[in-house]
């Protein structure tokens, strides 16, 4: 089998929030004969996780609290404590948390968080809202 360089496959322009397909077939005996498909893309689902708990203890393990996202437009991310104070606040999925408010380290506990978010194509809102173990 010889390697085909098939020209137009590199215009398929990649996008986060889509799988895009192209199909390739060809035939090598005597005659070289291949064709191309047109591309087809398919929307990835919406994904958002989060882990239930961190230990900013300086280790390199689970040293921050961050939510992994998938096929969003926006990124809202609220961080209380027990008695409801905002203790962190980010507008992008690449921020962490670190387990400090103020440039204090937080005690050990429950954290609440809510994650406020639109899906990609249909700009449907998301909120999704759990806690987080901070352990030190």
């Given at each position: 089998l010889s390697s085909l360089n098939f020209i137009g496959q590199?215009?398929?322009?990649?996008?986060?929030?889509?799988?895009?397909?192209?199909?390739?077939?060809?035939?090598?005996?005597?005659d070289q004969i291949y064709s191309i498909s047109n591309a087809v893309s398919v929307e990835k689902p919406h994904v958002?996780?989060?882990?239930?708990a961190f230990s900013p203890d300086g280790d390199g393990i689970n040293d921050f609290f961050n939510v992994s996202v998938q096929g969003i437009n926006d990124f809202q991310l609220e961080i209380f404590?027990?008695?409801?104070?905002?203790?962190?606040?980010s507008?992008?999925?690449?921020?962490?948390?670190?387990?400090?408010?103020?440039?204090?380290?937080?005690?050990?506990?429950?954290y609440i968080y809510k994650v406020k978010t639109?899906?990609?194509?249909e700009?449907?809102?998301?909120?999704?809202?759990?806690?987080?173990?901070?352990?030190?």
């Open positions: 590199s215009n398929v322009e990649y996008n986060e929030n889509y799988n895009k397909y192209r199909l390739v077939a060809f035939q090598n005996n005597n958002i996780y989060s882990p239930n404590n027990r008695w409801g104070q905002m203790v962190f606040k507008y992008s999925s690449d921020e962490q948390w670190d387990g400090t408010f103020k440039n204090k380290d937080l005690p050990s506990g429950t639109t899906t990609y194509g700009n449907q809102k998301i909120i999704k809202s759990g806690t987080i173990s901070l352990i030190r």
